[in-house]
């Protein structure tokens, strides 16, 4: 049984439609890559999924069970691009703020802490640090969460490769009874982290599935790559 | 990572409360409107003591002008008009950033998602918020403790009625602020709409001073006439729930506007709900209207058995008034004995005939002009006085009464001279420099 299932979602900005009847599944401890240029819809999809946004119809399901907005707050947690929470705060006091939401304790935040080489910029607030820092404390934020679903939107920006690597070992740790969707437009990345991908162009679902299926359904041999497979399906 | 406990609600509003007061206190504009209340509340105090002083001089030598002499007016209200200033001009500044700042850094999103509801995250922010207006209160405790040590005479229910204007005057700004926040863009939008209604609500009270009609009636509802209320030492429950009521509409348009996951149109009606039910609240509470003087010389009251007497009236008593609106007399007859008699009255109806004065000192070519028609019962009278002592004795005898006044203490005011301007180092300097101090510990994460 899937645990998550998204059944046609459509989203629309006055005259723009974001997102165009879009369904797909993710199974239990799976990680799914949202794979798609800049503008596909990937973060609004996320968005709606999160309730953050109200999606035109369509219908989110966990474990075969509707979920409603305030049950969406057990089940999933949504890291958006692109923000600096608390930004004048040091990144101790904002990091201790969420290990104590979330029931963390100090010695797994630490530990956390230390995986992501942030000890030295705790003093600091949020906004003095560099984007690639940045990255790592709204990473560390993401994966203090206990939800079981996971939602990440561009984890990888601003890493470098060694960087993205040990992210991914990270994730790869905490996905133990965990299912985490991740929006990455660096298709590099995506394939050497992602279970399954679903590739979304101009609003649309254009395939969805491994890479070997995805490669079957564009027709390219098994030695090509997601990025060949990306642009033949686009 | 094991799987960990979360904290129960009490303990998560605790920590969403402990974060939200951190941000506020790393806000530059919260430290920057501390400084300028002290300074201001310093000014004014000095000023007030000054000029309560040279008419304390000549009540003194004269004891029947001490009656005058009451600290609400002469010290405190001018004191406190420095929190109105800041009030209606800095802290929508401070009261934007509690979601502005949120939504424009992304927090908001992450707030959202934890097992709060807008309702909760919005309250906590307003407590916050509650908490940094309770720290703005020191140079008004400061002027409170310096007029007490100078021997200046405090009547609480006077003080505690004045606080609670003006905290509630403070609650409509930061919830219209925290309104603006969430509907708005960007923070300059956000404290321009602010800006408007505060202001707005400002000129409209100053345009409507002395009109009646449409514009009068806006008048009275301006943020500042409800103020005007509890600085005066009356209560009326209709201008306190009508006071608390709008607070509470921006409030709870804030929450039903927070959550970006909501449709427009289910906000829209939910909004509109909660217009009508408040608009009900209101209006039913006009229906019963409830006074309370709190003054020490109950200087909005009239004497116990007139109250009394007027209360038994059981028929409608109409006055007439052929009168300008913008006439000196119309305003005290108002002031002094129509608003007093609207209270005790239970069925009372003023007519203003149409009439018009042709200048200060000119002749009137209305011969009516100045008179008060009196009806009750089929009985009329009428009098050219506005004095409460001629006016009285025409209702009671149009209504058959005979009203022997209650023995009241006389208030014989409570005039002083004294000096204030020792006190400037401590509101000029000393507070700054707290607030100063507080700021820089704010900033290094050790407050």
């Known amino acids: 049984m899937p645990e998550l299932r998204v059944i046609g979602i459509n989203k629309r900005f006055g005259t723009y439609q974001a997102l165009s009847n879009v369904s797909f599944t993710v199974a239990p401890g799976e990680i799914l890559g949202l794979i798609g240029p800049n503008g596909a819809g990937k973060s609004t999809l996320l968005e709606c999924i999160a309730g953050l946004l109200p999606a035109d119809s369509g219908t989110i399901k966990w474990q075969d069970r509707p979920l409603s907005l305030e049950e969406r707050k057990q089940i999933l947690w949504y890291q958006p691009d692109n923000i600096l929470p608390f930004a004048e705060q040091r990144v101790a006091a904002t990091l201790s703020f969420f290990r104590q939401i979330h029931g963390v304790s100090s010695k797994d935040l630490a530990q956390l802490v230390d995986e992501l080489e942030l000890p030295p910029m705790l003093a600091k607030p949020l906004k003095d640090l560099s984007k690639g820092y940045r990255r790592r404390v709204l990473l560390a934020l993401a994966l203090l969460s206990p939800q079981p679903l996971l939602m990440l939107d561009e984890p990888f920006d601003g890493f470098d490769l060694r960087q993205s690597l040990a992210v991914m070992d990270l994730l790869?740790?905490?996905?133990?009874?965990?299912?985490?969707?991740?929006?990455?437009?660096?298709?590099?990345?995506?394939?050497?982290?992602?279970?399954?991908?679903?590739?979304?162009?101009?609003?649309?679902?254009?395939?969805?599935?491994?890479l070997d299926e995805l490669r079957k359904q564009s027709g390219l041999s098994t030695r090509e790559g997601l990025e060949e497979v990306f642009l033949a399906i686009t | 990572?094991?799987?960990?406990?979360?904290?129960?609600?009490?303990?998560?509003?605790?920590?969403?409360?402990?974060?939200?007061?951190?941000?506020?206190?790393?806000?530059?504009?919260?430290?920057?409107?501390?400084?300028?209340?002290?300074?201001?509340?310093?000014?004014?105090?000095?000023?007030?003591?000054?000029?309560?002083?040279?008419?304390?001089?000549?009540?003194?030598?004269?004891?029947?002008?001490?009656?005058?002499?009451?600290?609400?007016?002469?010290?405190?209200?001018?004191?406190?008009?420095?929190?109105?200033?800041?009030?209606?001009?800095?802290?929508?500044?401070?009261?934007?950033?509690?979601?502005?700042?949120?939504?424009?850094?992304?927090?908001?999103?992450?707030?959202?998602?934890?097992?709060?509801?807008?309702?909760?995250?919005?309250?906590?922010?307003?407590?916050?918020?509650?908490?940094?207006?309770?720290?703005?209160?020191?140079?008004?405790?400061?002027?409170?403790?310096?007029?007490?040590?100078?021997?200046?005479?405090?009547?609480?229910?006077?003080?505690?009625?004045?606080?609670?204007?003006?905290?509630?005057?403070?609650?409509?700004?930061?919830?219209?602020?925290?309104?603006?926040?969430?509907?708005?863009?960007?923070?300059?939008?956000?404290?321009?709409?602010?800006?408007?209604?505060?202001?707005?609500?400002?000129?409209?009270?100053?345009?409507?001073?002395?009109?009646?009609?449409?514009?009068?009636?806006?008048?009275?509802?301006?943020?500042?006439?409800?103020?005007?209320?509890?600085?005066?030492?009356?209560?009326?429950?209709?201008?306190?729930?009508?006071?608390?009521?709008?607070?509470?509409?921006?409030?709870?348009?804030?929450?039903?506007?927070?959550?970006p996951g909501k449709r427009s149109l289910l906000k829209s009606g939910k909004s509109l709900a909660a217009l009508l039910v408040l608009a009900l609240v209101v209006s039913a509470t006009q229906k019963v209207p409830q006074f309370m003087d709190v003054t020490e010389n109950k200087r909005h009251s009239l004497n116990p058995a007139d109250s009394r007497a007027l209360q038994k009236l059981d028929k409608p008593l109409t006055i007439t008034i052929h009168l300008d609106p913008q006439d000196s007399r119309l305003l005290d007859l108002k002031h002094d004995l129509l608003a007093k008699l609207a209270r005790s009255v239970p069925t009372m109806h003023v007519k203003y005939a149409q009439t018009q004065s042709t200048g200060l000192f000119s002749a009137s070519e209305d011969d009516n002009y100045g008179l008060i028609e009196y009806e009750y019962n089929g009985h009329h009278d009428k009098n050219y006085s506005n004095?409460?002592?001629?006016?009285?004795?025409?209702?009671?005898?149009?209504?058959?009464?005979?009203?022997?006044?209650?023995?009241?203490?006389?208030?014989g005011g409570h005039p002083l001279v004294a000096d204030a301007t020792g006190s400037r180092l401590w509101f000029h300097i000393f507070l700054p420099l707290l607030f100063l101090c507080g700021a820089l510990l704010a900033h290094r994460g050790k407050l």
């Open chain 1, 172 to 210: 790869r740790d905490c996905r133990t009874g965990r299912t985490i969707i991740l929006s990455i437009h660096q298709l590099s990345e995506a394939e050497k982290i992602c279970d399954r991908f679903l590739l979304l162009d101009q609003s649309c679902v254009l395939g969805i599935g491994t």
């Open chain 2, 1 to 259: 990572m094991p799987l960990p406990e979360t904290p129960s609600k009490k303990q998560l509003a605790w920590l969403v409360l402990n974060q939200e007061i951190r941000s506020l206190l790393l806000s530059p504009a919260l430290w920057i409107m501390l400084i300028i209340v002290s300074l201001l509340v310093g000014y004014s105090f000095i000023q007030a003591v000054d000029l309560f002083s040279q008419a304390s001089r000549t009540a003194l030598s004269f004891p029947e002008m001490a009656s005058g002499m009451n600290p609400l007016e002469g010290i405190f209200v001018p004191t406190f008009g420095a929190y109105y200033l800041s009030q209606t001009l800095l802290l929508p500044f401070v009261a934007i950033r509690l979601i502005g700042l949120d939504k424009q850094s992304g927090a908001l999103k992450l707030l959202l998602q934890l097992p709060l509801s807008p309702f909760a995250l919005c309250g906590l922010k307003l407590v916050a918020m509650g908490i940094v207006w309770l720290a703005s209160l020191l140079p008004a405790a400061l002027a409170l403790i310096v007029w007490n040590n100078l021997g200046g005479h405090i009547y609480p229910p006077e003080i505690i009625t004045l606080l609670a204007g003006h905290g509630l005057y403070s609650l409509t700004v930061i919830c219209i602020a925290m309104f603006a926040a969430t509907i708005s863009d960007s923070l300059p939008t956000a404290a321009m709409f602010c800006l408007a209604a505060t202001l707005g609500s400002w000129v409209l009270d100053f345009a409507a001073s002395s009109q009646n009609g449409l514009l009068g009636t806006l008048g009275s509802l301006s943020l500042t006439n409800m103020l005007r209320q509890f600085e005066s030492g009356l209560l009326s429950m209709t201008h306190v729930i009508s006071f608390f009521s709008l607070g509470l509409l921006f409030f709870l348009l804030t929450v039903i506007w927070l959550h």
């Open chain 2, 387 to 411: 004095s409460q002592n001629e006016i009285l004795p025409i209702i009671y005898n149009l209504a058959g009464l005979q009203v022997t006044p209650d023995s009241v203490a006389v208030y």
